[in-house]
């Protein structure tokens, strides 16, 4: 694809529901960041992997967030039993090594009710 | 990582240069300067980045003082689409280029 894409565009869960968030890099990013961003809010960075290394999750907000990457490309978020204050907006970027810029996707809505 | 400090908005007349400042007055001599913005409802996008040479390019121009420990991004000729929030990152990209995103500046173009 031509950018970095997210799947679903908007979510409605219901509170207490698992949540999965999709997201398809740039072919050939080795990096993929992970970022919220709440109602008139700037970005909460959650979870970054970088070609093989280990994720830095050192965002990630508790443990109900999770997230992994399948043979370093496609990346899938997880929240677990969802709260109402997971209602956000999520963000995925991905980027090639080195000195380069981050694509961000257009983010997925989440709300949950 | 190293800490950004900016304004946290600012105005702008239409068609003339606007000068988003940016303080990072910690940075490392490996860390690079990088501006995004954010336009409402839309992802993040890159601008421009630079180490310590100024640099341009067709959207903006960033000016690094000598001692890196802040930063100018010019916008030479405004629009009312460069209404956006400005996020100005400092990161190294050989420990992992973690973008980290402060408040920005929310610039608001006039006409």
């Known amino acids: 694809g031509a950018g970095v894409s997210q799947s679903p565009s908007n979510k409605v869960t219901e509170k207490g529901k698992d949540v999965e968030l999709r997201c398809d890099p740039i072919s050939g990013h080795t990096a993929l960041y992970w970022y919220r961003q709440s109602l008139g809010q700037g970005l909460e960075f959650l979870i970054y992997?970088?070609?093989?290394?280990?994720?830095?999750k050192s965002g990630l907000p508790s443990d109900r967030f999770s997230a992994e990457r399948t043979g370093g490309s496609v990346s899938t978020l997880t929240i677990q039993r969802t709260q109402q204050e997971d209602s956000a907006v999520y963000l995925c970027?991905?980027?090639?090594?080195?000195?380069?810029?981050?694509?961000f996707g257009q983010g997925t809505r989440l709300t949950v009710v | 990582d190293a800490k950004t400090t900016q304004p946290t908005s600012m105005d702008c007349a239409e068609g003339r240069a606007a000068n988003l400042p940016c303080n990072h007055s910690?940075?490392?001599?490996?860390?690079?300067v990088y501006w995004y913005r954010q336009i409402h409802s839309q992802g993040p996008q890159y601008i421009i980045h630079?180490?310590?040479n100024n640099e341009t390019n067709e959207m903006a121009s960033l000016i690094i003082t000598e001692d890196r420990k802040s930063s100018t991004l010019i916008l030479p000729h405004a629009t009312l689409r460069d209404t956006a929030v400005y996020y100005c990152?400092?990161?190294?990209?050989?420990?992992?280029?973690?973008?980290?995103f402060g408040g920005g500046t929310r610039v608001l173009v006039k006409p």
């Open positions: 992997f970088q070609g093989n290394s280990a994720p830095d």
């Open positions: 910690t940075i490392s001599g490996n860390e690079y």
């Open positions: 630079g180490l310590k």
């Open positions: 990152i400092v990161s190294d990209p050989a420990a992992g280029n973690k973008l980290t």
């Open positions: 970027a991905s980027s090639s090594q080195g000195v380069t810029e981050a694509f």
